[in-house]
Nanobody, 122 residues
């Protein structure tokens, strides 16, 4: 099993920055892709950014150029640097990962963190 623990959320003024972190722990063979999603009040959860194991990254159009996803594979940790924050970035941000739980099992399983709240005031 994989546990994902996010940190770094909080309240920030528009134009400010925050850095989210998500550390994976538990019993697993390897972490494959890691990503950040967010869910604003009354809206569906949406993809913010993804980071594949080999380094490929992708971003939602709404955060392109403002957010940067990075990863420390040695620490099984993914980060989301959020700059030039806007009130519309207000949401609960969730960490997501896929992992192999054993070397003999090639299946990838999906895991979610508990979420960290980001509030951007205007």
């Amino acid at each position: 099993q994989v546990q994902l623990v996010e940190s770094g959320g909080g309240l920030v003024q528009a134009g400010g920055s925050l850095r989210l972190s998500c550390a994976a722990s538990g019993s697993f063979f390897s972490i494959a892709s890691m990503a950040w999603y967010r869910q604003a009040p009354g809206k569906q959860r949406e993809l913010v950014a993804t980071h594949a194991t080999i380094g490929n990254t992708n971003y939602a159009a709404s955060v392109q150029g403002r957010f940067t996803i990075s990863r420390d594979n040695a620490k099984n940790t993914v980060y989301l640097q959020m700059n030039s924050l806007k009130p519309e970035d207000t949401a609960v941000y969730y960490c997501y990962a896929t992992a192999r739980i054993a070397s003999y099992n090639e299946n990838h399983f999906q895991y979610w963190g508990q979420g960290t709240r980001v509030t951007v005031s205007s």
